[in-house]
T-cell receptor, first 117, second 111 residues
Framework: DTGVSQNPRHKITKRGQNVTFRCDPISEHNRLYWYRQTLGQGPEFLTYFQNEAQLEKSRLLSDRFSAERPKGSFSTLEIQRTEQGDSAMYLC???????????????FGAGSRLTVL | GQQLNQSPQSMFIQEGEDVSMNCTSSSIFNTWLWYKQDPGEGPVLLIALYKAGELTSNGRLTAQFGITRKDSFLNISASIPSDVGIYFCAHSGAGSYQLTFGKGTKLSVIP
């Protein structure tokens, strides 16, 4: 078990460019989540997959954002036409379908830090 | 979404001191989770609490799920420099798989 892996760890881009982040969850976890974290704030939920199905999306996920999990394993988060306000840490997390006592305990990756110039 | 109020926002303590922080909400929840985040890394789970009144320890860390189910406390005993970081409380609401996080308590330990 290598934990949740995210790539790239850092990305600097110019405003208007597209960026894509990849997340490889813990192999036996069928749930995968994307969160965004800005300075001084806690992580904020963006979207959630169970296997390949995207089941929840936050209103924070504008139409410039798209997430996929085509085979129910790794996931990608793409941001099109980036804006300076998109600068943040993008965190991926995964969880098993049956957690202890029914609670949903997430294991996070190290994150992908995006800086939009 | 539900608001979690975490306090204090930040604290500076001497190495060896005990630390206490808390998290409150206006709503009732079934689970409280405490995470720690080091600079440039993702949050790491410290303690998970599953029922009201539960008191759980993990080494020098102790957390309690408030009886009203609207609050939780995290205590760190005999702090050491590696305790530095941001501590987040989080919960999941009924019927939802997303976690809602507080804004965090930033802990600094002075050697």
């Amino acid at each position: 078990d290598t934990g949740v892996s995210q790539n790239p760890r850092h990305k600097i881009t110019k405003r208007g460019q597209n960026v894509t982040f990849r997340c490889d969850p813990i192999s036996e976890h069928n749930r995968l989540y994307w969160y965004r974290q800005t300075l001084g704030q806690g992580p904020e939920f963006l979207t959630y997959f169970q296997n390949e199905a995207q089941l929840e999306k936050s209103r924070l996920l504008s139409d410039r954002f798209s997430a996929e999990r085509p085979k129910g394993s790794f996931s990608t988060l793409e941001i099109q036409r980036t804006e300076q306000g998109d600068s943040a840490m993008y965190l991926c997390a995964s969880s098993a379908s049956i957690s202890h006592a029914g609670a949903n305990v997430l294991t996070f990756g190290a994150g992908s830090r995006l800086t939009v110039l | 979404g539900q608001q979690l109020n975490q306090s204090p926002q930040s604290m500076f303590i001497q190495e060896g001191e005990d630390v206490s922080m808390n998290c409150t909400s206006s709503s009732i929840f079934n689970t409280w989770l405490w995470y720690k985040q080091d600079p440039g890394e993702g949050p790491v789970l410290l303690i998970a609490l599953y029922k009201a009144g539960e008191l759980t320890s993990n080494g020098r860390l102790t957390a309690q799920f408030g009886i009203t189910r609207k609050d939780s406390f995290l205590n760190i005993s005999a702090s050491i420099p590696s305790d530095v970081g941001i501590y987040f409380c989080a919960h999941s609401g009924a019927g939802s798989y997303q976690l809602t996080f507080g804004k965090g308590t930033k802990l600094s330990v002075i050697p």
